[in-house]
């Protein structure tokens, strides 16, 4: 009952003074909101960019174009070429399924007046099979189209929709970057394969991309499928084999091309989600710490304006502790209120923040709240506690005196 006391009277006299405590609140809820925008936006992308490099597959190889030297001199090359997927299988058919050779550029494709913007992809009847990425009408593009550079397109989801509408497109022809192409299939609704969002995609044959539309030697990129996961670290061994010897490259010099696997990714998005970590974390921690500067600013005032109060208490018989308790659990009513208004207004900018952008994707861990709260009782008490004791030292003969 006596604590409860206490606490009355320590919100009874931040009431006094409303438009004071309105402000030292205001410090900690810009402070505790940073810290749950800040985490929710950070953990958001970690796991949408590991949801896309996990959706790579563990049991896939991807092979870009580009120098592993890391000097100041290393520069990008263009290595890959349409043949090296076929001999990749070839020289290796106990370790690698299938290879997918890639080449991506921007495109727009019409249909009358009705437009769609997006990635063109050039590549062979493998992509399909590899991805597990299924035609809803139609068909994929064969061995013979590749062949003989055949003028014809297969349809992401999204570009359908956006050309056709709820109409059947297959049968139908498009302009893609001017020339005339005819849609053999569209694709099931999928989302993104890796960093793709392949319902914006159109698939054409790969030497029809590099010969016909693009004028492209070398390919953008290899994706293998190894017979399983754990066969990648042979699969590396097999496809670096087979490239150097295709690449005419010499012992003891570099590659003229990158591997990467899903665990490397994973290992990369960990190191760059540890320095962005690092940058929001310092963010929200400067503005908990200029919250509680100003808790601290707002309850040194509190004591000097309340000086002959204080006198007055100690005077009839309060403890120089139950002065102390009273200040403490006015820095700390100010804090737990900021910090319960900091979640919310966080949690409501990191989505603001999502749909306005529509490319941002935020979670926020029931974890970060608990600690946003606990950080922000820590925040009031040490805080207050200066202010605390100096109430609590005053001299009462001093203090009535005080005007």
């Not at 009358?112 to 493998?126: D, H, M, P, R, Y």
């Not at 320095?275 to 600013?297: C, D, E, R, T």
């Amino acid at each position: 009952m006596f604590h409860l006391k206490i606490a009355m009277m320590a919100i009874r006299g931040l009431r006094q003074n409303l438009v004071r405590t309105m402000l030292a609140t205001l410090g900690v809820i810009i402070g505790v909101g940073a810290v749950v925008s800040a985490v929710s936006i950070l953990e958001g992308a970690q796991r949408d960019i590991l949801g896309r490099v996990e959706s790579l597959g563990a049991d896939r190889v991807l092979v870009f174009n580009g120098s592993e030297r890391r000097s100041h001199r290393a520069t990008q090359v263009s290595s890959l070429l349409p043949e090296d997927a076929d001999k990749i299988v070839e020289e290796n058919p106990k370790l690698i399924l299938s290879v997918s050779p890639q080449y991506n550029s921007a495109g727009r494709t019409k249909y009358f007046q009705k437009n769609a913007t997006g990635v063109i992809l050039g590549t062979t009847e493998s992509y399909a099979k590899i991805n597990n990425y299924n035609v809803k009408h139609g068909r994929f593009i064969t061995r013979e189209h590749i062949r003989g550079s055949a003028m014809v397109c297969v349809l992401g989801h999204k570009v359908a929709h956006d050309l056709f509408g709820d109409l059947p497109g297959v049968g139908k022809t498009v302009k893609i970057n001017g020339k005339t192409f005819t849609v053999i299939g569209i694709m099931e609704e999928r989302g993104a394969i890796g960093f793709v969002e392949v319902d914006n995609q159109v698939i054409i044959p790969v030497t029809t991309a590099m010969g016909r539309m693009f004028g492209a030697r070398y390919l953008t990129m290899l994706v293998a499928q190894c017979q399983n996961a754990e066969m990648v670290p042979a699969c590396i061994d097999g496809i670096k084999k087979t490239l150097r010897a295709s690449h005419r490259i010499r012992a003891g010099e570099n590659d003229d091309f990158q591997v990467f696997t899903q665990d490397q990714f994973k290992q990369q998005l960990g190191q760059v989600a540890t320095i962005f970590g690092v940058v929001l974390y310092s963010i929200a921690g400067i503005s908990i710490i200029v919250g509680a500067i100003g808790i601290m600013n707002i309850m040194l005032v509190s004591v000097t304006e309340r000086t002959r109060e204080i006198g007055v208490r100690i005077a009839v018989g309060a403890r120089r502790w139950d002065i102390l308790k009273q200040f403490l659990t006015e820095a700390s009513v100010i804090s737990c209120l900021g910090g319960l208004l900091g979640v919310v207004c966080g949690w409501a900018i990191a989505n603001f923040l999502s749909e306005f952008t529509q490319v941002l994707q935020i979670y926020t861990p029931p974890t970060v709240i608990v600690l946003a709260l606990v950080m922000a009782a820590v925040v009031g008490i040490i805080s207050g506690i200066y202010p605390a004791i100096r109430a609590a030292r005053l001299d009462p003969v001093q203090a009535l005196r005080y005007e």
